[in-house]
């Protein structure tokens, strides 16, 4: 069965610190790997994608995310929070656009 | 450039009701895509209209139907409403089928009474 897992439904950090979010996936052929953020209120926003060549991707913001296939994960990570980055994160996983299936999500609470 | 646009931002309903919701994709933009996200859940694959046609579908009731326009537009509906319809739905477009990129409204807040 196809399913995107992200186990930790709630993290908290402190501004300034480190950032991992976890994404493991369920996927029959080679997917194309996906992180969004949602604000309240709004819609998704996206963060970077992977669909083949190096495995650590660049997004915007200051994210990037690395892809193990033998680990069937592709988490997000951040050097240096900023409060600003507060706010819900999904991973999402599909053949491309189409049909994109995702997450249950991780709130990210950002503490002065 | 005006992204995805989508109306209304918020309605409410009663059960047993028809609902229809609205969406202009990404100028230049041909393909839409309909996604449901519950509180506190990721957001799920309703269908994707390309050419005026309903091209993929996810695992939805037939309450649930659609339209593209002409213009690239689509029209979401959901017919004899329940409680668990209430949800944000969010529109996705993007350039052809089997993109890379698409880009999401600010969705519609549907709640049920």
């Known amino acids: 069965a196809q399913s995107v897992t992200q186990p930790d439904i709630h993290i908290t950090v402190s501004e300034g610190a480190s950032l991992e979010l976890r994404c493991n996936y369920s996927?029959?052929?080679?997917?194309?790997l996906f992180w969004y953020v949602q604000s309240p209120g709004q819609g998704l926003q996206l963060l970077l994608k992977?669909?083949?060549?190096?495995?650590l991707v660049q997004g915007i913001k200051g994210f990037e995310a690395e892809f193990k296939r033998s680990q069937s994960s592709f988490n997000l990570r951040k050097p240096s929070v900023h409060w600003s980055d507060a706010a819900e994160y999904f991973c999402?996983?599909?053949?491309?656009?189409?049909?994109?299936?995702f997450g249950t999500g991780t709130r990210l609470q950002v503490f002065p | 450039d005006a992204g995805v646009t989508q109306s209304p931002t918020h309605l409410i309903k009663t059960r047993g009701q028809q609902v229809t919701l609205r969406c202009s994709p990404k100028?230049?933009?041909?393909?839409v895509s309909w996604y449901q996200q519950a509180l506190g859940q990721g957001p799920q694959f309703i269908f994707q209209?390309?050419?005026?046609?309903?091209?993929q579908r996810g695992n939805f009731p037939d309450r649930f139907s659609g339209h593209q326009f002409p213009n690239y537009s689509s029209e979401l509906n959901v017919n004899a409403l329940l409680l668990g319809d209430s949800a944000l739905y969010l529109c996705?477009?993007?350039?052809?089928?089997?993109?890379?990129?698409?880009?999401f409204g600010p969705g519609t807040r549907l709640t049920v009474l």
């Open positions: 996705a477009s993007s350039l052809g089928l089997a993109t890379d990129t698409q880009y």
């Open positions: 996927y029959g052929a080679t997917p194309y």
């Open positions: 992977y669909f083949s060549g190096d495995t």
């Open positions: 999402a996983v599909g053949r491309n656009t189409d049909k994109l299936i």
């Open positions: 100028s230049g933009h041909d393909t």
């Open positions: 209209y390309y050419e005026e046609e309903e091209r």
